[in-house]
């Protein structure tokens, strides 16, 4: 079984719709991060959570909502989706210490916004 | 937070050795740089990472410049499945470790 998670791994959504991507993992990990990537281009943070009670802004946060239900799971909400947050998003692990902080990705999940 | 340069794209055949640059001249003195690739259709996943001194694991080997301005990761022999979008990242060491991807360098291995 993977040791992160995301679900849908696919979806299809209209403008205005409110949207939930959710994250979970098996890793222990105290650290989870939402990052989206463009065609072409890397991948950018949108929201990092260093514990459940600690959560942060990225670059690209405006038009999006996160919130750690537990140390196991990290959500992305769109509360209005638009055209533009067409993208795949990763969510990612990571524990302090461990090779620089490597963090672990998950498979992705590719989100439409018609 | 420091960017790194990386070319948009190599080829290398297949058996042979891939010699991937990466230009961070802001670099600080207490700054990871982190290697890590996505295969198609899969999430990025962690490479190599290094400080100062040239590193190596199963994977390939990272040799960083004496200044720490450039690095360069090293597959030792491109196979296929090595085919991939490469991202060199710098991160803070005790900081909030933020990873700023670059575009990357995607790297088509010929059979």
């Known amino acids: 079984d993977a040791d992160v998670t995301q679900t849908p791994r696919n979806r299809i959504t209209k403008t205005g719709k409110r949207i939930m991507l959710e994250c979970s993992q098996t890793k222990g990990h105290d650290r989870m991060y939402w990052y989206r990537q463009d065609p072409g281009l890397g991948l950018r943070l949108i929201y990092y959570s260093f514990d459940v009670k600690d959560i942060n802004k990225g670059e690209i946060s405006d038009g999006y909502s996160v919130s750690r239900q537990a140390q196991a799971k990290f959500s992305l909400s769109l509360e209005s989706a638009i055209p533009n947050q067409t993208a795949l998003y990763f969510c990612a692990t990571s524990v302090p210490g461990l090779a620089g902080n490597e963090q672990f990705f998950g498979p992705g999940t590719r989100l439409t916004v018609l | 937070d420091a960017k790194t340069t990386q070319p948009n794209s190599m080829e290398s055949n297949e058996e042979e050795p891939v010699h991937l640059p990466c230009n961070h001249s802001t670099i600080s003195g207490t700054d990871y740089i982190h290697w890590y690739r996505q295969l198609p259709s899969q999430g990025p996943e962690y490479v190599i990472h290094?400080?100062?001194s040239n590193v190596n694991n199963r994977m390939a080997s990272l040799a960083i410049a004496e200044d720490r301005k450039s690095s360069t990761l090293i597959l030792h022999r491109a196979t296929l499945r090595d085919a991939a979008v490469y991202y060199c990242i710098l991160s803070p060491r005790g900081g909030t470790y933020k990873y700023i991807f670059g575009t990357g360098t995607r790297l088509k291995v010929l059979a």
């Open positions: 290094g400080l100062t």
